[in-house]
């Protein structure tokens, strides 16, 4: 008998409340990163109806006008229709951001302090990083997730184009693939949620999504005639954004990584300059993995690492390929740490992480972008060769 299953993941739009909190934190970051590439934030972002909080801490010799970036951010994600509660030049921005704690300073700097094991830059902080890929997609990564993006991407490419003018920012999209003996064969259904104006109608805005974006990004071979379109399900999606639900950095933490597939580790990414492991740590694990599997190591891979605060080294690294590898799992453990170095510092100088590229990290995930330095399949031969 065939293993026959249905796994679903969601993405959502540039408008959903809590990605326009991920943006501004982001666009903070990415400011402060462009003026002072040694510049340590952490900074969160709540929006709720006409009202946006920045808080956190951030430690930077950047001249930033805060207020100004997120108008900004808010603006370029398209809230700036006339009968918007959340508007970019209407909002009232309350600015809670304080330096960084010494204490934890301390142990991320690259310096000598009592009771501090070594000189070496240490981890922000502790916790449990993942990266995953597989052979599915193009981009190494899960179809469903990769289907869900791709539908969003064009709402968004829709909506800004102007080629409907009755779109609005907020949006949601989920796909679920059935899979035979562990192969994506067919999309049982798809769910799109826009927001629309108030005059849009339901029956066009169905047609709409179903021929311009649904038929345009999933193949055909992957669609039937029982394949579900549920559109705008609840009939009407007038009031969305802040305005209609609270949003806050880092809560769309299975939309950025994996779509549920892998395991994620629980930290968050958005408004988090580099030092912080839960961040770049995770794109570290993502490129290790993803370029196991580019090499033909294995067909899926999960990596594992994890920090202690203040101390260089991962307390552990573990290499899961779930039993696709072409060599034993302890081989290709060996292999990689014989190719990257996990230090915090290594890691930064590897992908090249204190630059202001974080902004395009923000929507439609943080993996499966060829231009992220993390999304980069540059390391396979060296692999290959310490594999042997």
């Known amino acids: 008998m065939a293993d026959s299953f249905v796994f679903s993941s969601e993405s959502v739009g540039e408008g959903h409340p809590d990605k326009v909190a991920d943006l501004i934190s982001d666009s903070v970051l990415d400011a402060c990163l462009e003026q002072d590439p040694t510049s340590r934030v952490a900074c969160e972002t709540l929006v709720k109806s006409n009202q946006v909080v ?45 330096r960084q704690s010494p204490d934890i300073a301390q142990g991320v700097d690259a310096r000598a302090v009592d009771g501090k094991d070594t000189a070496e830059q ?77 005059s849009a109608v339901h029956s066009e805005i169905r047609d709409f999504l179903i021929q311009n974006v649904i038929k345009k990004v999933i193949p055909a071979s992957m669609l039937d005639n029982s394949t579900q379109f549920l559109i705008n399900p609840t009939g009407r999606f007038v009031i969305g954004g802040p305005e209609g639900d609270s949003g806050l950095t880092g ?42 599997v580019a090499s033909g190591l294995a067909d899926v891979c999960e990596l594992q690492l994890a920090y202690a605060i203040g101390y ?15 060599v034993s799992d302890q081989v290709i453990g060996k292999a990689v740490r014989q190719v990257f170095g996990f230090k915090p510092a290594q890691i930064i100088k590897q992908l090249d992480l204190l630059r202001p590229i974080y902004r395009t990290t923000t929507n439609y995930g943080h993996f499966g972008k060829a231009e992220l ?8 031969n060296e692999l290959l060769s310490a594999a042997k």
């Open 312 to 326: 260089p080294e991962p307390v552990s690294i573990r290499v899961d390929t779930m039993g696709t590898s072409k």
């Open 122 to 198: 240490g981890a922000g902080d502790q916790g449990l990083m993942f990266g995953f890929a597989c052979n599915e997609t193009p981009e190494l990564m899960p179809t469903a997730v990769m289907f869900a993006h791709r539908l969003g991407r064009e709402v968004t490419k829709l909506r800004k184009s102007g080629a409907a003018n009755w779109l609005r920012p907020d949006a949601k999209s989920q796909v679920s693939i059935r899979y035979e003996n562990g192969k994506p064969v067919k999309v049982e259904n798809v769910v799109i949620s826009t927001q629309h104006a108030a």
């Open 251 to 292: 809560r769309k933490i299975i939309v950025d990584t994996y779509g549920g597939w892998g395991r994620h580790g629980g930290g968050a990414f958005s408004g988090k300059d580099p030092s912080k492991v839960d961040r770049s740590a995770a794109y570290m694990c993502r490129w290790v993995a993803k370029n196991i």
């Open 373 to 380: 330095p993390w999304e980069q399949t540059n390391k396979t």
């Open 54 to 98: 920045i808080a956190g801490e951030i430690t930077t010799s950047a001249k930033l006008n805060y207020e100004q970036i997120v108008r900004a951010a808010i603006r370029d994600i398209g809230y700036t229709n006339d009968d918007d509660v959340f508007h970019a030049d209407r909002v009232f921005i309350h600015n809670l951001l304080t």
